[in-house]
């Protein structure tokens, strides 16, 4: 008998495949292109964070760290057409530095002066590019903005025989791509100065040769002869005419006279005429056994020192400041009474 029901045929359940799990590149890949701009602020930020304190904190301090370890040579320093109120300058330094960094510093007006006194002037450094040995020229017209300072530093140049020299300023400076800062230059150079004997109480190598006495001169002089004066320092100074007073054990007796006196470093000589008590002279060799007086030779703080008719305040007093002692031997002076007049 057949059956009215429709015939069903069992199927069975098939298994769909797994999804596959994206790789690890991917999901990376993934995030990087939905939050691209998360990642961009982020590395902006630390690349500020570790940029900024090294372009203005780390820089600088480096910079100055640098400018504070070099050092300051000078080479040799010509003053020269001096007024009262200024001369001309012509200074030659040298900056030593072992940084290995080597920024450019621009040109910038530096205060000089004796190191613990006041400046005495403004000088203009020129713009240079820091390295070891580099040679700083400086040639210009400096004014005196403190005459008396000035007067200091001569002193001192005189009466010792190393003297400190102190430039400060504040330049600019630039490395290579690096934004331009300013730093401050403090630098002292020693310098030579001209050697004092302190025993003897006068230059180291001071010495009158040759005076004898001569005819009395339209100008008062009767007194004639050569003086050396050393100069070891690495200054060349324009002294101008010189007058020097003359006295034997506090009592005058005459004034030396120099012209167109310009100390250059190593010995000089130069003419000296002298206007003399000759009496006195005469006089004194009854005096002194062996007829050697010692004489003291020094200057006047009012015209000890003049240039072009102006005197110059500042080299008077150096030269006042130091008493000059030499042996001189009155019988090679007067040579015999017919020289006499």
């Known amino acids: 008998m057949s059956s009215d029901k429709p015939e069903v045929t069992e199927v069975g359940m098939v298994a769909s495949p797994a999804a596959t799990k994206p790789s690890f590149k991917s999901r990376v890949a993934a995030h990087f292109k939905k ?28 910079a100055q760290d640098n400018i504070n370890d070099s050092k300051l040579e000078v ?29 450019t510093i621009y040109s910038f007006n530096a205060s000089v002066g004796l190191l613990g006194a006041a400046a005495f002037g403004v000088a203009t ?61 403090n630098h002292t150079a020693t310098m030579k100065g001209m050697f004092v004997d302190e025993r003897l109480n006068k230059l180291k190598g001071f ?32 002294l101008g005419n010189v007058t020097l007073d003359l006295s034997v054990n506090g009592t005058a007796i005459g004034e030396s006279y120099i012209q167109d006196l310009v100390l250059k470093p190593g010995n000089n000589t130069f003419d000296m005429r002298a206007k003399v008590d000759q009496l006195a002279i005469i006089g004194m060799m009854k005096k002194y056994p062996g007829t ?40 090679e002076v007067v040579g015999s009474s017919s020289s006499l007049s």
Not at 140 to 145: G, P
Not at 305 to 331: C, E, H, M, P, W
């Open 35 to 62: 939050w691209w701009w998360a990642h961009l602020i982020a590395f902006v930020v630390v690349v500020l964070v570790v940029a900024l304190p090294v372009v203005y904190v780390g820089y600088p301090n480096i």
């Open 75 to 103: 080479k040799s320093m010509v003053i020269s057409e001096p007024t009262p109120n200024s001369f001309h300058v012509d200074q030659q330094q040298v900056i030593w530095t072992d940084s290995v960094f080597h920024p």
């Open 125 to 185: 450094i020129p713009q240079l590019k820091s390295r070891d040995g580099v040679e700083v020229h400086v040639d210009q017209r400096l004014d005196l903005t403190d005459v008396s300072a000035f007067g200091d530093f001569a002193t001192a140049v005189m009466q010792n025989e190393y003297v400190d020299l102190n430039v400060y300023g504040k330049p600019d400076l630039k490395q290579g791509a690096l934004p331009k800062i300013t730093v401050t230059y």
């Open 207 to 238: 010495s009158l040769s040759g005076m004898h006495l001569t005819t009395k001169a339209s100008d008062g002089t009767n007194t004639q002869g050569q003086v050396l004066i050393p100069n070891p320092s690495v200054m060349t100074i324009s």
């Open 292 to 331: 050697v007086v010692p004489v003291d030779i020094t200057g006047s703080e009012t015209n000890s020192s003049v240039y072009d008719g102006q005197a110059l305040s500042y080299f008077s007093r150096a030269l006042a400041s130091n008493k000059l002692r030499v042996d001189l031997n009155i019988t």
